[in-house]
């Protein structure tokens, strides 16, 4: 069955470095996302990606954030100078676009990158 | 008022019991409603979706949406150990990003 995988697992930084997480989506789905989900929190969305652009984004993607399609099939999340607060669980998902009459365009979750900040 | 709203639980039932997940919504623009389970430090996985009012049946999974009440229920019956998660309810608008409620903790006792 086809999965979304994100790499790496678990990284400690410290406080200022730059963390790029990784994705590799459903090859054959067209819409991309990151969620982050704090320790005890819920899951919150930060940005959503298709056609090469961000089509929309949260308060918390701010300028320290990017993301990145670099070839066909990785999706990248960078953050530039990261803050103990970025300390999370990372959530990659991707889908196919919604359809009415067969799928609500579901999102597939990957199983996460946990970055802790120092 | 938030956006979606999930009593966090915890929730302890024993195996063999029926039980109700539920969660309070805001917007009315939402229409589709989704149930995600998530086991300790790993994804949400999809388990339920619902677009219309009216119930939905998946095996021992039944999901209810009340649109006029702005209110949706995950019923679990014949709990397993296996099904002790967090139940996220999430739901979203036509073509839009999926927001999530905070989740509730269930635990199911052998």
């Known amino acids: 069955e086809p999965e979304v995988t994100q790499t790496p697992s678990h990284q400690v930084t410290q406080m200022g470095q730059e963390v790029i997480l990784r994705c590799v989506p459903i090859?054959?789905?067209?819409?991309f996302y990151w969620y982050r989900q704090i320790l005890g929190q819920k899951v919150e969305f930060l940005v959503s990606?298709?056609?090469?652009?961000?089509?929309?984004k949260s308060e918390i993607f701010d300028d320290q954030f990017s993301v990145e399609r670099p070839d066909g099939s990785n999706f990248t999340l960078k953050i530039r100078s990261t803050k103990l607060e970025d300390s999370a669980m990372y959530f990659c998902?991707?889908?196919?676009?919604?359809?009415?009459?067969?799928?609500?365009?579901?999102?597939?979750f990957g199983e996460g990158s946990r970055l802790t900040v120092l | 008022q938030k956006e979606v709203e999930q009593d966090p639980g915890p929730l302890s039932v024993p195996e063999g019991a029926i039980v109700s997940l539920n969660c309070t919504y805001s917007?009315?623009?939402?229409?589709?409603f989704m149930w995600y389970r998530q086991y300790s430090r790993k994804g949400p996985e999809l388990l339920m979706y619902?677009?219309?009012?009216g119930n939905k049946e998946d095996g021992r999974f039944t999901a209810q949406v009340d649109k006029s009440s702005k209110y949706i229920s995950l019923f679990i019956r014949d709990s397993q150990p296996s099904d002790s998660a967090t139940y996220l309810c999430?739901?979203?608008?036509?073509?839009?990003?999926?927001?999530f409620g905070p989740g509730t903790s269930l635990s199911v006792i052998p």
């Open positions: 998902a991707s889908s196919d676009p919604p359809r009415w009459d067969t799928n609500t365009g579901e999102l597939f």
């Open positions: 090859s054959n789905h067209l819409y």
């Open positions: 990606f298709y056609n090469n652009e961000i089509s929309e």
């Open positions: 917007n009315s623009a939402f229409q589709y």
């Open positions: 619902t677009y219309s009012s």
């Open positions: 999430a739901m979203k608008t036509s073509y839009d990003k999926v927001i």
